[in-house]
């Protein structure tokens, strides 16, 4: 199954500012998928990103809040812009490896 | 919405114990998979049964799944101490070319050594 590497794993930020999380992949993958764990909650999908397109959203998440690139088949950023505290959690990437999906390691974000 | 609905939401178990939890989903499905979560980091799979299949084994992990029932179960026999973590199901249907995948709220393992 594919390896993606996570970064950063975790970081504090001011409100207001942005971030940007990067998901690297060990191979080519057509769809990367971008999700959120707020705290004690379980994962949700922020969005679905294909190389060469523009990312699809689910419902209640906006491209000016995460826009999101995908510049090739092994790479994908999202970027939660103008931080508020609500946005405190954990962001994962993931790919589907066929037979499961495999996930980065998570970036917890805490926002002050 | 969330698709998963496991239960119990938490287990505390001791070394050696069976662990049992369970996973209730409300619409069609094309597999239905099991994650395990250590201290709010990344996800491992663990297992992944398809619609037409109703019992598959994995080392220690048994799971099952009845579509009539939209349920599963996840057991872990002999459990260890390592085992503590959250786990999670999650269903995955196809919607035309793409796939997605849903989350339960997550089962809380405690294993006591």
């Known amino acids: 199954s594919a390896v993606i590497s996570q970064k950063p794993s975790r970081d504090i930020c001011q409100r207001g500012t942005s971030l940007t999380i990067q998901c690297q992949v060990d191979s080519q993958v057509t769809m990367m998928f971008w999700y959120r764990q707020q705290p004690g909650q379980s994962l949700t999908l922020i969005a679905t990103a294909n190389q060469g397109s523009e990312a699809t959203y689910e419902s209640g998440f906006v491209i000016d809040k995460f826009p999101i690139s995908r510049p090739n088949l092994t790479f994908s950023t999202l970027t939660v812009s103008n931080m508020s505290p609500e946005d405190s959690s954990i962001y994962l990437c993931s790919v589907d490896s066929h037979y499961g999906y495999t996930f980065g390691s998570g970036t917890r974000l805490t926002v002050v | 919405s969330q698709q998963g609905e496991e239960d119990p939401q938490a287990l505390s178990i001791q070394e050696g114990e069976n662990a049992t939890m369970n996973c209730s989903y409300k619409?069609?499905?094309?597999?239905l998979q099991w994650y395990r979560q250590n201290s709010g980091r990344g996800l491992v799979h663990l297992i992944l049964?398809?619609?037409?299949?109703r019992e598959k084994h994995s080392g220690r992990l048994r799971v099952t799944l009845d579509t009539s029932k939209k349920s599963s179960s996840l057991l872990i026999t002999a459990s260890r101490a390592a085992d503590t973590a959250s786990y999670f199901c999650?269903?995955?249907?196809?919607?035309?070319?793409?796939?997605?995948?849903?989350f339960g709220k997550g089962i809380t393992l405690s294993v006591r050594p």
């Open positions: 999650a269903t995955e249907a196809y919607t035309g070319a793409n796939s997605k995948l849903t």
């Open positions: 619409t069609s499905i094309n597999n």
């Open positions: 049964i398809r619609s037409n299949e």
